[in-house]
C-alpha cells in the first residue's frame, strides 16, 4: 500500500512550451500533497504545498506563476510548469500525506524534466 | 526554523560491516517526528525508519536502527550487515507534529557500500 505515482517520468520540451506533471495517491486519499525540487547531488527543495479544494501555499522564492498547482481531488495534484526555459531543467519530486495521518508522507518516484 | 544538519557528505564501507551516518537537529518544539530516507540511484525515495520524539525506545527496521539522544539532538542512523544494494543518498529529515507540518530534509549523505 501507500503507492503514489507520477506522470511522466521524464520529459523534454522546448523553451517556451508549458509542461504538466500529474502526482497520483493510488490507495490512498491524500488531502496535502508536496512538490519538491531537486538539483544533481542535492536535497530536496520543498516548493510549495497543496491541499485538497485550496490554494497551494509556495514556499519563499517560488514563482506561483511559473509554477501552477492544482489539487483538484483528494488522490490527484498537478504542477504546470509554465513557459518553461532551461533554468526549469530539474528532477521533481511529489509527496503525498495521507488524510488524517501525522508526520507520513509518501514519494512518487520523480519527474525529470529538461527544456532545450 | 527547524535545520538538520548531515555533517558527513560522503562515505564508504565494506560490504558486512557496519556504518553508523550522523544527524544532529535544531529545534525548540518537544513533538516532532525523525526520519531517515534512502535516495538510490533510480531516485525513489524510500522511508528507511521513523522515530517519533515522545518514545524513548529507539526504532529498528532489520538491519537498520537508529541512536536518538532528545537531549542532544541527535539521530544517527546504523546500518549493520551492510549489502550492496544499501549504496545511496540517506537524507535525515524533521517534522513537527501536526498536520500543517512540513518535512526538513538534511543536505544527505553519500553513502557506497564495496565489496
Known amino acids: 500500500g501507500a503507492v503514489v505515482s507520477q506522470h511522466p517520468s521524464w520529459v523534454i520540451c522546448k523553451s517556451g512550451t508549458s509542461v504538466k506533471i500529474e502526482c497520483r495517491s493510488l490507495?490512498?486519499?491524500?488531502?496535502?500533497m508536496f512538490w519538491y525540487r531537486q538539483f544533481p547531488k542535492q536535497s530536496l527543495m520543498l516548493m510549495a504545498t497543496?491541499?485538497?479544494?485550496?490554494?497551494?501555499?509556495?514556499e519563499q522564492g517560488v514563482e506561483k506563476d511559473k509554477f501552477l498547482i492544482n489539487h483538484a481531488s483528494l488522490t490527484l495534484s498537478t504542477l504546470t510548469v509554465t513557459s518553461a526555459h532551461p533554468e526549469d531543467s530539474s528532477f521533481y519530486i511529489c509527496?503525498?500525506?495521507?488524510?488524517?495521518?501525522?508526520?507520513?508522507?509518501?514519494f512518487g518516484p520523480g519527474t525529470r524534466l529538461t527544456v532545450l | 526554523a527547524q535545520t538538520v544538519t548531515q555533517s558527513q557528505p560522503e562515505m564508504s564501507v565494506q560490504e558486512a560491516e557496519t556504518v553508523t551516518l550522523s544527524c544532529t537537529y535544531d529545534t525548540s518544539e518537544n513533538n516532532y517526528y525523525l526520519f531517515w530516507y534512502k535516495q538510490p540511484p533510480s531516485r525513489q525515495m524510500i522511508l528507511v525508519i521513523r522515530q517519533e520524539a515522545y518514545k524513548q525506545q529507539n526504532a529498528t527496521e532489520n538491519r537498520f536502527s537508529v541512536n536518538f539522544q532528545k537531549a542532544a539532538k541527535s539521530f544517527s542512523l546504523k546500518i549493520s550487515d551492510s549489502q550492496l544494494g544499501d549504496t545511496a543518498m540517506y537524507f535525515c529529515a524533521f517534522i513537527l507534529s501536526g498536520t500543517a507540518s512540513k518535512l526538513t530534509f538534511g543536505t544527505g549523505t553519500r553513502l557506497q557500500v564495496t565489496l
Open positions: 497543496s491541499n485538497e479544494g485550496s490554494k497551494a501555499t509556495y
Open positions: 509527496s503525498a500525506r495521507p488524510s488524517g495521518r501525522i508526520g507520513e508522507q509518501f
Open positions: 490507495d490512498f486519499q491524500a488531502t496535502t
